[in-house]
């Protein structure tokens, strides 16, 4: 079992940076590939971002590609996002996910283990 707890969720201004943590707890962190969804009200949960258990190979959705980055620290069991100009259409419950595996995946069905969410609002 793997207990994952997003923080760092808020609201800004667009074309500001949130930085999302996500703590994970339970099993070996650096044994688990991580992901980040989003899902907007009224949409459906959209994958965001995801990495390698150590780190090497990222992917990012279209959408975000050149804004955000995926990062983790295995020391410390935790993932990022780092999310720099921000866009209204960014606004979402953000999740991060875990999954036992060596590559990275996109899809949310391939995840096992999701956290609470963490909301990020964007303003214009």
């Known amino acids: 079992q793997v207990h994952l707890l997003e923080s760092g969720g808020g609201m800004v201004q667009a074309g500001g940076s949130l930085r999302l943590s996500c703590a994970a707890s339970g099993r070996t962190f650096s044994s688990y590939a991580m992901g980040w969804f989003r899902q907007a009200p009224g949409k459906e949960r959209e994958f965001v971002a995801a990495?390698?258990?150590?780190?090497?190979?990222?992917s990012y959705a279209d959408s975000v590609k050149g804004r955000f980055t995926i990062s983790r620290d295995n020391a410390k069991d935790t993932v990022y996002l780092q999310m720099n100009s921000l866009k209204p259409e960014d606004t979402a419950v953000y999740y991060c996910a875990a999954v036992a595996g060596s590559y990275y995946y996109i899809r949310a069905y391939e995840y096992v283990y999701w956290g609470q969410g963490t909301q990020v609002t964007v303003s214009s």
């Open positions: 990495t390698s258990r150590s780190g090497g190979i990222t």
